[in-house]
């Protein structure tokens, strides 16, 4: 991508994807403010984020172009809504795996005539924006990959199967050699859904490559999250956490190398001392239910009442890019085994026990320097509402502050929030 790319329109494109184009233009015409006024205001930005604010300026545009090239050319689409969907397989069966969990409520009244009312705001959201035909990523989606992780998803798998061309992989719950061996099935089972799909079969040398491909995003989000462990913040949390978000949908070599030129940045800037928030900032850490495009509520807030976000235990943060599939080689069971037992490894909270997770959060506090954590749950996410007393506990044993909130994608509660993280980072 190039920022001299002049204005296109796109009309034909979301019309031939079978957009509601008006609805379309309206929800685009939402982001666009919503962008400017949380992004474009923050001062001293490190300037490699000038990418994404051209990637979220084509967010629905030339992406989505891309996308339809990669099919014209015999590829796939894939969308995925969780961070166990293994992108090296799609990868290496030429497909481009999307994010498809949505962060802006969108058609809700149409979605509560078919899911429960009292169902999670990012179920609502990715229902929201099917129903009310606005969004092009899953309308270029061949197959949508969900998995049987929480109640709400697995049910609203079965309202979106009448939908969407739809798979869904079963997830375990808890993690015993039996489970793992189910899990083990279930990759089995999902590399037979995409052989059929593309008409390709699984090869080694494609999967050692995309394997590669994937571990060095992770590995270029790792960089630019180690740095945040400086003393001086030198990116603010609302830029990390945008990274994080479009790494689950950009064209991955891309997204690694800008990626890792603002990691570049960011480690001279914490040579020179440079810093986006002032020294007696407060550091915070959230933890809970994952962000999706654009709910950039919380950090807003927090970095909005003078502190800074230094790490995320998230799906949109360490719980996408904290570990790599080993990059052995091997035959391709070997590779299957190895991406089970990446996936299994990673600490949702619909596990059960799930005492790596708690452990993780309390070990970040330490290595990012967090004067306090804020756990989020999302309105109606049991997994991360049971979760948090767990949390709570173990955060206070530590002697770490913690401030647990509850809520949704709507700006309603936004003033009570303020008040409560403003009193929090007081208290700090
Ligand atoms: S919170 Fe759990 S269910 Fe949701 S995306 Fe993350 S791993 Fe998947
Ligand atoms: S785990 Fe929580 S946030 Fe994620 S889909 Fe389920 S209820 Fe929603």
Not at 3 to 24: F, I, K
Not at 233 to 256: C, E, H, M, N, W
């Amino acid at each position: 991508m190039s920022d001299t790319v002049e204005t296109v329109d796109y009309t034909e494109m979301w019309e031939g994807l079978g957009l509601n184009v008006p609805a379309h233009c309206a929800l685009l015409k939402a982001i666009g403010p919503a962008y400017e006024s949380v992004y474009l205001s923050q001062e001293n930005r490190p300037e490699g984020m000038g990418y994404f604010d051209f990637v979220m300026s084509e967010i629905h545009g030339l992406r989505i172009q891309e996308l339809q090239d990669h099919k014209a050319d015999g590829g796939t689409v894939i969308g995925t809504f969780c961070v166990y969907v293994p992108e090296e397989i799609i990868r290496a069966l030429g497909g481009q795996s999307i994010g498809l969990c949505a962060g802006a409520e969108w058609a809700f009244p149409e979605v509560e005539q078919v899911l429960p009312r009292n169902t999670c705001a990012l179920i609502k959201s990715f229902m929201g924006f099917k129903l009310g035909k606005v969004c092009p990523y899953i309308e270029s989606a061949d197959l949508v990959v969900g998995e049987t992780t929480c109640d709400g998803k697995k049910k609203a798998y079965e309202v979106l199967g009448e939908l969407h061309n739809t798979h869904v992989m079963e997830l375990p719950q808890m993690k015993r050699p039996e489970d793992r061996a189910l899990w083990r099935a279930e990759i089995d089972r999902l590399v037979a859904e995409l052989e059929r799909l593309s008409g390709r079969t699984l090869q080694a040398d494609a999967l050692t490559a995309a394997i590669t491909e994937v571990n060095d995003k992770r590995r270029a989000l790792q960089r630019l999250n180690a740095a945040r462990a400086a003393a001086a913040a030198p990116i603010s949390g609302k830029d990390a956490l945008l990274a994080v978000q479009v790494a689950f949908y950009d064209d991955v070599p891309r997204l690694t190398q800008m990626v890792n030129a603002i990691a570049d940045e960011l480690e001279a800037r914490i040579e020179a001392g440079v810093s986006v928030a002032p020294a007696d900032a407060k550091r915070i850490l959230i933890t809970g239910s994952p962000m999706a495009i654009p709910n950039w509520k919380v950090h807003h807030i927090v970095e909005s009442a003078g502190g800074v976000v230094v790490a995320e235990e998230l799906c949109t943060g360490s719980r996408y890019y904290d570990t790599l599939v080993p990059e052995d080689g091997g035959t391709i069971e070997e590779m299957l085994d190895a991406i089970t037992d990446k996936y299994l490894g990673v600490n949702c909270a619909c596990f059960t026990p799930n005492e790596a997770r708690v452990d993780d959060i309390v070990r970040m506090a330490e290595e990012y320097g967090a004067d306090g954590v804020i756990h989020y749950a999302l309105q109606f996410c049991g997994p991360y509402q049971f979760e948090g007393f767990t949390v709570e506990k173990a955060l206070r044993e530590a002697g770490i502050p913690v401030l647990k909130i509850e809520t949704d994608y709507s700006m309603e509660d936004a003033g009570q929030l303020s008040t409560r993280v403003e009193a929090f980072l007081e208290m700090l």
